[in-house]
């Protein structure tokens, strides 16, 4: 696979619009002045590997909670994230998550990823702590944004130059054409090798692969 790594200095903007692919409204899960603080651990024994929810009680919530442990190299990771459902609507290219438009990767705060050792998440030299995961859709490809901020509600207008100013890097990787519809968004993770494995995303006819690589 082959990776177009880009920098983080020059920033597009953000584009509103994409708040409505989550159910619930931004306005029952306010968020406090220190979200904006990093929370990476840089001792290895530090990372937890737990998924703790922000901003609204798991009870409220249309779509689910749920974790992905990441095996690389016989090390363990966690990845945690929101899993919205398509329930009838269109969600690629529509207002719900428009192209080329920063999206949390999935519902209510951004996935997340914790791990206690270093890796390159889609060719991004990543070291050991917790990270968000973001994404910007494309018509043919997805633009990968790897975050050391990660207590942020995860709609666009939380991505604040604050935020912006604590990515690691930006990398693309290609859409592949899933041929039966996903309903609700899952993350699953695909072993390509000895310390290597693909978090593979998929959600309505598409699906995208991240690759993860122990170093």
Avoid at 12 to 17: E, F, H, M, R, S
Avoid at 64 to 93: H, T
Avoid at 155 to 166: G, K, L, W
Wanted: charged content about 25%; proline content about 7%; overall charge negative.
């Amino acid at each position: 696979m082959k990776l177009r790594i880009t920098g983080v200095a020059v920033f597009l903007g953000i584009v509103a619009g994409c708040a409505a692919e989550e159910a619930e409204p931004v306005a029952e899960a306010p968020m406090e002045a220190e979200a904006l603080m990093p929370q990476i651990a840089l001792d290895a024994d530090a990372v937890e590997l737990a998924c703790e929810p922000q901003g609204m009680p798991l009870e409220d919530r249309v779509s689910p909670y749920d974790s992905v442990s990441v095996s690389v190299g016989g090390q363990q990771a966690k990845l945690c994230y929101g899993r919205p459902s398509m329930r009838d609507r269109e969600i690629f290219g529509s207002d719900l998550v428009p192209f080329d438009t920063i999206w949390r990767t999935g519902a209510n705060e951004p996935t997340t990823i914790h791990i206690p050792f270093p890796v390159q998440i889609a060719g991004l030299a990543v070291e050991p702590g917790s990270y968000s995961i973001y994404t910007v859709p494309g018509e043919d490809e997805w633009e990968v944004i790897v975050n050391r901020s990660t207590s942020q509600w995860g709609i666009e207008t939380e991505y604040t130059e604050e935020v912006r100013a604590q990515e690691v890097g930006r990398a693309t990787v290609p859409l592949e054409a899933n041929p039966e519809a996903v309903e609700t968004f899952t993350i699953t993770t695909e072993e390509m090798g000895e310390g290597a494995v693909d978090l593979v995303l998929e959600w309505e006819n598409s699906r995208v692969r991240i690759p993860v690589e122990q170093v």
